[in-house]
């Protein structure tokens, strides 16, 4: 209800003598205070509607009236109504011109309309009205709940309900970061938040910008913030999201690492990214349980902070690890910088980000950095070592091949010829630090290794020559 429907009502018979500053006619009657005393305002709450017959303020001082509209303002009240008949047959000119100063709204009651018929009207009307904003909230609740259950999207959701107020709705979680938004702030920049009913691992709340009304929003959006804590629910604590089959099928192909290049450029296409351009990674896990939810939140904030720089944004989810794969940036920040942001109030996560990776090196860009997912804090995925390299190249060629290099050896030595090759490129050739691992005197090593050049053809002085037996090594053992 607001003071200029008083002014509109004709069975109330009231005049309106001071209309106040610019919009206060337009301001809400919480309730009706009436009071007699000159200074009623610690009985008083904000958007109270005075009504009064001036029986205590029967002066003529100007400076009298000022302070006791001074002090109405600074409540402030929505509106003072003067009751004549009892104490005045007129309103007090003092009084006329103390509202006109400070742009209260002032109200004339005639005297054969008592107070009571006021009072009782403004309760009626306050209570119809609560009444309409419970049942349309409900109707809101209803609507949307119809949608979730038709597997609409939150967004989807949110949409209906900033139609509805006529603002911008959002979801921010704990730390004031938008997750997910609807609608425009047109109305200017006036902010609510309600909070969203969520377990104590992560909190979320409803934010309302630019609502232009002074709508109660609290029984409307009440109701339909449990249906937004539920699809929140749902879109957090699924199974397995992923945000599109053709980026399941991508991200799948590149951590399969066997897909010929050509299906792997048909895949990165399909899934909406440019094969040619640059690519950005972002592994996010942990080395201990955390609760899904609020894993699952930090990785969604991760997601809809990148949207806003970079032109595409795919990820897929697996137990306890989220991929995201980025490329087209905007923002002149770099990722990682960008990234570590989003996890400040994480410090338990274990991030890790890669950039700039070619279509070609992306399957082994992911596969070095899921290696190293575990210990706590965001850090650059390293360039390549030699196990990582050894896990990107699956060909069951060079597996053969490598175990053909170094069949001689189980066939001769058994297993002591292998093991004193790996513990002798282990350790650089010292000849120390390799007898005290084998527990072997310098004579056996240097019988053992002049055999295994006599078995495999090799002179292990050479540094080339070296390499490739690390490396068959690496691929034997990681093909086991």
């Known amino acids: 209800m607001r003071v200029s429907d008083l002014v509109d009502d004709p069975d109330l018979k009231i005049a309106l003598r001071v209309p106040g500053n610019p919009g206060r006619l337009a301001r809400p009657i919480v309730w009706c205070a009436p009071t007699e005393h000159m200074d009623p305002t610690p009985f008083l709450s904000v958007n109270a509607l005075v009504l009064t017959n001036g029986m205590g303020l029967n002066v003529k001082d ?34 006329v011109e103390a509202c006109e100063v400070h742009g209260l709204p002032l109200l004339e009651l005639p005297p054969e309309v008592p107070f009571v018929l006021v009072m009782r009207h403004v309760e009626h009307v306050i209570a119809t009205e609560r009444y309409e904003e419970l049942r349309s909230g409900w109707e809101l609740a209803d609507e949307c709940t119809r949608l979730a259950a038709e597997g609409r999207s939150l967004a989807t959701v949110l949409e209906r309900v ?20 609807a609608g425009d702030a047109a109305g200017g920049t006036a902010r609510t938040t309600l909070r969203i009913p969520s377990g104590e691992s992560q909190r979320f709340r409803l934010m ?20 937004i804590a539920m699809q929140l629910s749902y879109t957090l604590g699924s199974r397995s999201p992923l945000h599109s089959r053709e980026a399941a099928r991508f991200m799948e192909a590149l951590y399969d690492g066997g897909v010929r290049p ?33 894993l699952r939140a930090i990785a969604w904030r991760a997601r809809v902070g990148l949207e806003s720089n970079f032109g595409i944004v795919r990820f897929m989810e697996e137990k306890g690890l989220t991929t995201l794969l980025v490329q087209q940036k905007r923002a002149t920040p770099p990722l990682f910088d960008m990234v570590k942001d989003f996890f400040k109030d994480a410090p338990e996560l274990s991030v890790l980000v890669t950039e700039n990776s070619t279509l070609n090196e992306l399957p082994l860009a992911l596969s070095l950095a899921r290696r190293h997912v575990g210990r706590p804090g965001v850090r650059t995925a390293p360039l ?53 691992e084998l527990f072997i005197h310098r004579n056996t090593l240097s019988y053992r290794l002049r055999k295994i050049e006599d078995l495999l053809g090799l002179d292990l002085s050479d540094g080339e020559v070296r390499a490739t037996c690390l490396l068959a090594l690496s691929i034997v053992a990681a093909n086991a």
């Open 208 to 227: 309302i910008e630019g609502i232009k009304s002074t709508v109660v929003l609290q029984p409307i959006l009440g109701p339909v913030a449990a249906v």
């Open 62 to 95: 100007y400076r009298i009236w000022d302070a006791y509209v001074e002090r109405l303002m600074a409540v402030p009240v929505s509106g003072l109504v003067f009751g004549l008949g009892a104490a005045h047959s007129e309103l007090p000119a003092g009084l």
């Open 162 to 181: 900033a139609a509805f107020v006529h603002a911008r709705v959002t979801v921010v979680d704990d730390v004031g970061f938008e997750l997910i938004g």
């Open 262 to 294: 050509g299906q792997l450029k048909k895949l990165a296409t399909e899934t909406g990214f440019d094969p040619d351009d640059s690519w950005g990674s972002v592994l996010i896990g942990s080395s201990k349980d955390i609760p899904r939810l609020k």
């Open 384 to 436: 390549a070592d030699l196990a990582g390299i050894v896990q990107g190249l699956p060909s069951a060629g060079l597996v053969s091949m490598s175990e053909r290099l170094l069949a001689p050896l189980a066939a001769d030595g058994g297993s002591a010829l292998r093991e004193t090759l790996a513990c002798y490129l282990r350790h650089s050739g010292s000849s120390r630090e390799i007898c005290e």
